[in-house]
């Protein structure tokens, strides 16, 4: 499994390398890190979603992607990571959840893995994710909360549900921050770095 870091922060830009490494036939671990963006599912209404007037004022783009599930926020303080590969027997099963997992675990942190797709740490959300299967591939993409603004996330993610219709539901949870769980990582991209040692150790085994 080859570990790939975008450099870009702009979510169209990562969102589009997603979908170029899935019509590729590596297999690929891509993390990258966006500015605040409030990412939408497939099939998903985002006025139900999302607040945009608020977006709008305080710069967050809104930005949909090709996999179902609910919406998610982005922020410099946030890691997002997609494995890429060719799909098996059971192509959306817990196994792509299991090397985040793992790697938090050798990191420090009592992660679990949830319903849904999410990790949780002492039942509180720090991961949330979505996937889809194409031509025989599969995007798992996942959400890493470090040091982001949770305020500003739930500002954002505060849609009208009046105007959901038939459109996905984001299912919310309560949310926290990996950084107080980390005191020896000081900075998002020093989580990077362990992210990636670590992985590529799981990958090895």
Known sequence: MKILFSNSRKATENLALEQQLLLGSEQVVLLYINDRTVVVGRNQIVEAEVDCNYCQKSGIEVVRRLSGGGAVYHDGGNLNYAIICDAGSNPLDRDYTQPIVWTLKQMGVDALEGNR??????????????????????????????????????????GDESLRGKGVKSVHSTVRNLK????????????????????AMYYEQ
């Open 117 to 158: 797709g999410q990790i949780t740490v002492e039942g509180e959300k720090i991961s949330g994710s979505a996937s889809m299967v194409s031509r025989g591939r599969v995007l798992f993409h996942g959400t890493l909360l470090f040091d982001s603004d949770l305020q500003m996330l739930n500002n954002a993610l505060r």
């Open 180 to 199: 107080p769980l980390l005191p020896h990582i000081p900075t998002v991209n020093h989580f990077v770095e362990e992210i990636e040692r670590w992985l």
